[in-house]
């Protein structure tokens, strides 16, 4: 196709307009601009083609000849653009909401909370992964992803929705007596882990502390992490906002806070681009529900 050959995209609605109405006025309000401007463009429209297309009759205009061989070809185009958009937007609301976030994250914040979302928006169906690796965010596939981090990804739109740092915690009927001043002595408890994720491991390394004997470490799904924290089971790594209620209720104690620095938390993490409408529907609901954490 020569594009170049083509008028105005803005002069052909502006006619198509017109030839649909038989009047300026309606035309510009079907536009939603004046009727100059409806004027002006379909003028511009014949100046470029070399040809009479509008006419005055009484209170309107009439198609000449040549406007209506155009008027009939700008209905069947423009109907045929009007499906096309009706389609991918109809497929853009429907398809399911796919959201994925790390399983910790899923239990001990989503979960409890998503009720309120499916009460208010029960046409949206959602598709909720949680998992401990980064999935990619491919048009078509995962529409948000909730990662913890600093809110740096290459090529990706972040928003801090959870600041909050990774502490290291430990059930007070674990701790007991023990010391725990220092780093290393860590080593002396069973560790819990998030199924693929090393925080208390990448976190002794950068204390310095290297074991002289193999870990103890128990690897679970992040639900069931949680679960065997505040049994004894062993200490993990977490992020702070998870554990504040049973700390505050001291049957867990912080041990060592991971100090990551200014903007550490968990973050929304998207395509750049327009968001479909149950992604910014999803994104609006999350945004207000968190601030009451």
């Known amino acids: 196709m020569d594009w ?20 300026y006025s309606a035309a510009g309000r079907a536009l939603n601009v004046t009727h100059a401007a409806v004027s002006q463009q379909t003028r511009s429209l014949e100046d470029v083609l070399g040809v009479r297309l509008v006419v005055r009759a009484g209170r ?19 109907s ?12 853009g609301r429907t398809r399911p909401l796919h959201v994925t976030m790390t399983p910790s994250f899923a239990v001990s914040w989503l ?6 979302f499916r009460l208010a928006h029960p046409d949206i169906e959602l598709m909720l992964n949680p998992t401990g690796d980064i999935v990619d965010l491919e048009p078509g596939g995962v529409d948000l992803a909730i990662r913890f981090g600093n809110g740096r990804w290459e090529g990706l739109e ?16 674990l701790i007991g007596d023990k010391q725990v001043s220092e780093p290393e002595h860590l ?4 560790w819990l882990q998030e199924l693929g994720t090393n925080e208390l491991a990448l976190w002794l390394e950068r204390q310095g502390v290297i074991p002289k004997a193999k870990l103890n470490i128990t690897h679970l799904p992040g639900y069931m992490v949680l679960e065997g924290l505040r049994r004894g089971d062993g200490i993990t790594a977490s992020a702070k906002a998870f554990v504040e209620a049973d700390v505050a209720a001291g049957t867990l104690q912080i041990l060592f806070e991971d100090l990551r620095g200014g903007g550490s938390g968990y973050y929304l993490v998207t395509r750049p681009g327009v968001m479909r409408p ?3 529907a999803f994104v609006s609901w999350i945004r207000k529900f968190c601030g009451g954490q």
């Open 278 to 280: 149950p992604l910014k």
């Open 60 to 78: 309107g205009v009439a198609l000449t000849a040549e406007g209506e061989m155009l008027a009939a070809g700008l209905k069947d185009g423009f």
């Open 4 to 23: 170049l050959f083509l008028p105005p995209l803005s002069s052909l609605r502006a006619f198509a307009a017109v030839s649909e109405a038989k009047s």
């Open 158 to 173: 972040s928003e801090l929705l959870l600041p909050t740092n990774y502490v290291v915690v430990g059930a007070t009927c």
């Open 111 to 116: 979960m409890p909370r998503i009720s309120d």
């Open 187 to 190: 080593l002396q408890f069973p």
């Open 80 to 91: 045929t653009i009007s499906e096309a958009v009706d389609r991918l937007t109809r497929s």
